[in-house]
C-alpha cells in the first residue's frame, strides 16, 4: 500500500477556478498530502472558458498507487484513470457486496478496477467475472486480482457489456449476483428517455440471468436520471423480464458525499439491492 498521503483534485467550473488558491490552501492546511495531482482535463472546462490543465501541482508522485478499500488492494491510476482515478463514493455500497457475496457466483459489470468483484471475491464468492470495455481497465483489474491472490476465482473479461448479457443469456449462463455500475448514460436532461432505455436494457437481462432469489445490486450515477426515472425503470424491467423483483434496500453516495438541502443534483447516485423471484 502506497504510505504518502495523495492528493487528486478537479477543478471544472469558473466559480472553483476563481478560488482555486484559496482551495488548495485549505486543502493542505486540513490534509497535509505529500502530493496534489490535478484531474482538470475535462471537457466541460470548455463551456466556462477555461482551458484544460493536467499535471502535478508542487512535487511529483507515481501515477499509478495501491490503495486499500474494505481490506482490497487496488492499483488506481491517478493520472489516466476515469475522472480522478477512483470512485471513492461506492465504497461502503461495495462492502454490502461483500456482505452478500459468500458462496456465489457473481458477475460484475462495468467494472473499471475490478472493486465490486474483489469485494465480491473477499466476501467469499465461489466464482467472480468482472467485464469492462476498455483493455486499459481490464489491464488494471487483472493486476488487481493478482495484487489480491484471486486468479483462482475471479477473472475478466474485456467486452461491451450490452453484448455480454446478450451473450450469457443466449448461452443460458445463470449467476447468483450480479452487479450493474454503468458510467452515467446521461449528462443533460434531454437525453433521458434514450438513456432510460439503455438501463432498461441492462437491468432487464441482467434479471433474466439470475438464478431463482438471486440478487441484482444496481446502480446509475447520473443526477439528470433521479430516484423516480431509476425506481420506475426497475419496475418496468421487471414487468418486461416477466419477473418479481422485491427491492431489500435502497443506498446512495458514502457519508463522505453528503447531500446538500435544496439541491436535489447532489444527490446523484442511486444504489438499489434486489431480490429477483
Known amino acids: 500500500v502506497t504510505k504518502k498521503i495523495y492528493l487528486v483534485v478537479q477543478f471544472l467550473s469558473l466559480s472553483c477556478e476563481v478560488y482555486r488558491h484559496e482551495i488548495l490552501k485549505a486543502l493542505k492546511k486540513i490534509i497535509r498530502p505529500d502530493f496534489i495531482y490535478e484531474r482538470s482535463d475535462a471537457g466541460v472546462r470548455e463551456k466556462e472558458g477555461l482551458e484544460e490543465k493536467s499535471g502535478w501541482i508542487g512535487d511529483a508522485g507515481q501515477d499509478v498507487i495501491t490503495i ?3 481490506d482490497v ?4 491510476d491517478i493520472a489516466k ?3 480522478t482515478g477512483y470512485f471513492l463514493d461506492q465504497k461502503f455500497n461495495r462492502k454490502k457486496v461483500a456482505e452478500l457475496s459468500k458462496g456465489k457466483t457473481v458477475l460484475d459489470t462495468f467494472s473499471h478496477t475490478g472493486a465490486f468483484g474483489l469485494n465480491a471475491f473477499k466476501g467469499g464468492a465461489k466464482q467472480v467475472i468482472s467485464v469492462d470495455l476498455s483493455q486499459e481497465a481490464v489491464d488494471l483489474i487483472n493486476k488487481n486480482i493478482e495484487l489480491n491472490h484471486a486468479e483462482n476465482k475471479m477473472s475478466s473479461v474485456c467486452a461491451d457489456v450490452f453484448d455480454v448479457l446478450k451473450q450469457y443469456e443466449s448461452e443460458g449462463r445463470k449467476f447468483d449476483l ?6 452515467a448514460f446521461t449528462k443533460n436532461a434531454k437525453n433521458i428517455q434514450k438513456a432510460y432505455g439503455g438501463y432498461k ?28 426515472h431509476f425506481y420506475g425503470m426497475i419496475m418496468k424491467a ?16 458514502g457519508p463522505d458525499h453528503p447531500v446538500l438541502s435544496g439541491y436535489p443534483k447532489s444527490e446523484y447516485l442511486k444504489c438499489a439491492v434486489c431480490r429477483v423471484i
Open 201 to 228: 436494457e441492462i437491468n432487464l437481462r441482467a434479471m433474466r440471468l439470475l438464478n431463482p432469489n438471486g440478487i441484482l445490486v444496481t446502480c446509475s450515477c447520473s443526477y439528470f436520471f433521479d430516484s423516480e
Open 73 to 76: 488492494l487496488l492499483r488506481v
Open 238 to 253: 421487471a414487468e418486461d423480464s416477466k419477473k418479481k423483483v422485491q427491492i431489500l434496500a435502497k443506498y446512495g453516495a
Open 81 to 83: 484513470g476515469q475522472k
Open 178 to 183: 450480479i452487479v450493474l455500475d454503468p458510467p
Open 68 to 70: 486499500r478499500e474494505n
